[in-house]
């Protein structure tokens, strides 16, 4: 068994497959990347792991438990970030880390200290409206990370944000993967060639490849291929030009809007 095994998950939304039977595992300590076109297919798959929507068939097992089983231990073993906003943009940055904090049973003391550790603490009393899309997205990783989860769930972390901004994101997310089972999803090849350990890729609902980099080079048959070119070679689709439904371009630009 692994950290996290999931197991032929499928899900409709009404009369549509949204998830085809996809099966994937991850390990302590490792990053694991889903990448996919829009509508893949991978905000599916994060919110059915962090039992926020079930699943219509297949299993997702978190520690050798059933999530549908035992929801609320399972819960305190997850931190979750979703695409859309987390934070309460009009209280301050202590105050939606205490808020997370005392949900958790967090002490007042571990709140300063995460906001030390983020380069927070001078801005500790500004209202989160006022922060930059770096400096909010740190501070939703930092909120999701208040109760040491096991397994951490981010979708797309660093969507919207400048380079350097970026960076600091990697490096904070790199800096806590011993501990945990880590599963990000991204539209930015740069991202996950800097952080996963294995990548799956998605299209409609299927994970049509998975493995290293090298495993994945070894698939498309050219061992010097980057991951955008592995990418388009197997979804025939540059990552631009992704088919687009209303809500995932609402969705993106939602997201975008926020962090900007
Ligand atoms: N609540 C819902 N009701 C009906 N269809 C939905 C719902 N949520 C998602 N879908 C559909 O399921 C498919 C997968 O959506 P999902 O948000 O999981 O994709 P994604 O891979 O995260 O896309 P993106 O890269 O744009 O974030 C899409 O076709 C989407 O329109
Ligand atoms: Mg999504």
Not at 41 to 51: P, Q, R
Not at 67 to 74: A, E, L, N, V
Not at 128 to 147: C, D, N, P, W, Y
Not at 203 to 226: F, M, N, P, S, Y
Request: with cysteine.
């Amino acid at each position: 068994m692994h950290f996290l095994d999931v197991k032929d998950l499928k899900k409709y939304y009404k009369s549509f497959e949204a998830l085809k039977g996809i099966s994937f595992y991850i390990q302590k300590g490792e990053i694991f990347g889903l990448l996919g076109t829009n509508g893949a297919g991978k905000t599916t798959t994060i919110k059915i792991i962090a039992s926020i929507i079930p699943q219509s068939s297949g299993e997702v097992y978190i520690d050798n438990n059933i999530i549908t089983k035992s929801p609320i231990r399972i819960k305190s073993l997850i931190g979750y970030v979703p695409q859309e906003i987390s934070v309460i943009p009009n209280l301050s940055a202590y105050e939606n880390l205490r808020l997370i904090g005392k949900f958790y049973g967090v002490s007042k003391e571990k709140v300063i200290q995460t906001l030390k550790d983020i380069d927070l603490f001078d801005r500790k009393d500004s209202l989160v409206q006022t922060f930059s899309g770096g400096m909010i997205r740190k501070l939703e990783i930092s909120m999701a990370l208040m109760h040491e989860p096991k397994l951490l769930l981010l979708d797309e972390p660093s969507v919207g944000l400048d380079p350097n901004a970026k960076l600091s994101i990697w490096n904070f997310i790199k800096s806590r993967k011993q501990d945990m089972a880590t599963l990000i999803t991204t539209h930015d090849m740069n991202e996950a060639e800097r952080l996963c350990d294995r990548i799956a890729i998605m299209k409609k609902g299927e994970i049509i490849a998975q493995g290293t980099i090298e495993e994945l080079q070894t698939i498309i048959g050219r061992k010097d291929a980057t991951l955008e070119e592995i990418f388009i070679t197997l979804t025939g689709q540059t990552t631009e030009e992704d088919t687009q439904d209303i809500s995932s371009i609402r969705n993106r630009r939602n997201t975008i809007k926020r962090l900007s």
